[in-house]
Structures are given as structure tokens and as C-alpha cells.
């Protein structure tokens, strides 16, 4: 803590009561990795499911339409 006149100037720990271990950014990167694997993991699984028989050529339009 120092004074420079009328003001009092702190460093940030002294400011915040404490230190900051940095855990959010930890918890933010795990959910992120945990989320793309989740929604991977359902778009693999959905363009398994409706796979077109073999020899059977589909075409975007056929696709968009359901048949």
C-alpha cells in the first residue's frame, strides 16, 4: 500500500483479499473440449444413422426433402 498524497494506491492482491489461482480459465477450456466433443460426437453419430444405402447415389436436393 502507498500514498501519494490524499490518494492510496493498492496492489491487486491487496485490493482483492486474496490471490487468484486462476481455476476459471481451467474450468472454461475443460467445458469448451468437453462441449466440442459432445456435439462431435452427436454429428458423427447422426451421419452414420441416415446413411444412404450403398450404390445409391443421393443428391443435395433428395437429401434436403427426406426421400
Request: hydrophobic fraction near 45%; proline fraction near 3%.
Amino acid at each position: 500500500m502507498e500514498r501519494v498524497g490524499d490518494e492510496v494506491h493498492l496492489h491487486d492482491d491487496e485490493a482483492r483479499g486474496g490471490s487468484t489461482p486462476h481455476i476459471v480459465r481451467y474450468v472454461l477450456i475443460a467445458s469448451l473440449i468437453l462441449a466440442i466433443i459432445a456435439m462431435s460426437a452427436i454429428w458423427i453419430s447422426r451421419a452414420l444413422y441416415e446413411q444412404a444405402p450403398r450404390g445409391q447415389a443421393v443428391t443435395a436436393e433428395q437429401h434436403a426433402l427426406g426421400s
